[in-house]
Nanobody, 123 residues
Framework: QVQLVESGGGLVQAGGSLRLSCAASGRSFSIYCMAWFRQAPGKEREFVAA????????YYADSVKGRFTISRDNAKNMVYLQMNSLKAEDTAVYYC????????????????WGQGTQVTVSS
């Protein structure tokens, strides 16, 4: 499995931007599909975005499409989530996750998880 550590969370005003980072170590990073999930208080963990092994394919939840961009740098073992036009409803703990399967939005298909980073958007 791969070990994941997120960073970059914080407090931002509505309309602002944040960039989350996820550092990976362990097994060959480039064989994994990488994704971001988030979990707000009292809610289930939900899919946000994912990127393929070669970074040429991405897909997003409808709620973030056009505002968030996922990317990866296999040379640095890093995944990023650029979040623009943030809204109060984006407030959540954001998790980086890895899967050998591309195209899924189910958390159960992701076997490696980071500890999460808090994003708070004030309105």
């Amino acid at each position: 499995q791969v070990q994941l550590v997120e960073s970059g969370g914080g407090l931002v005003q509505a309309g602002g931007s944040l960039r989350l980072s996820c550092a990976a170590s362990g097994r060959s990073f480039s064989i994994y599909c990488m994704a971001w999930f988030r979990q707000a208080p009292g809610k289930e963990r939900e899919f946000v975005a994912a990127v393929s092994w070669t970074a040429d394919r991405t897909y997003y939840a409808d709620s973030v499409k056009g505002r968030f961009t996922i990317s990866r740098d296999n040379a640095k073992n890093m995944v990023y989530l650029q979040m623009n036009s943030l809204k109060a409803e984006d407030t959540a703990v954001y998790y980086c996750a890895a899967s050998l399967r591309f195209g899924t939005t189910s958390a159960t298909d992701f076997g490696s998880w980071g500890q999460g980073t808090q994003v708070t958007v004030s309105s």
